[in-house]
């Protein structure tokens, strides 16, 4: 298959999966009936990761390495709340935002950058479910 037209199905998943986590066997299943090996699946992957486009990480207590889709134009400036239970990724509210990021510099005089961090918990879903 054409690498062009891999992307394409990959991009296409990634944009039906905006600020979910997902791991590379997520979109192998996914992609399954593409004829779309799991090998090209992490090569692409790999790729969009050194673009920038996609963000790496863990979920605790598992050592599988999960991604995330940053749409450039969606997630700029925004400080992402993930949830370490369902992998549910949102955009933490901007007064909110705000708030944190006058607060630590106020404390700290650090400055957060809104575009790198991610802050980890549960999300209201997780907890109704508890209930
Ligand atoms: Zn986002
Ligand atoms: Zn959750």
Redesign the pocket.
């Known amino acids: 298959m054409y690498k062009t037209k891999q992307r394409e199905l990959i991009m296409n998943y990634l944009n039906k999966h905006q600020d979910k986590l997902f791991c590379a066997e997520d979109i192998s299943l996914a992609l399954k009936n593409q004829n779309i090996s799991p090998s090209a699946v992490y090569r692409n992957l790999a790729e969009l990761k050194n673009m920038g486009k996609l963000r790496q990480t863990t979920q605790r207590g598992s050592r599988k390495i999960f991604y995330q889709f940053l749409d450039n134009n969606n997630c700029k400036g925004h400080i992402h709340l993930s ?1 370490i ?2 992998g ?1 990724t949102s955009h933490l509210d901007d007064s909110a935002a705000k708030l944190i990021t006058q607060k630590v510099k106020l404390a700290e005089n650090f400055d957060i950058d809104k575009d790198d961090t991610v802050i980890y918990g ?2 209201n ?2 907890k109704e479910k508890t209930k």
């Open positions: 949830c239970n369902c549910h549960i999300c879903n997780c």
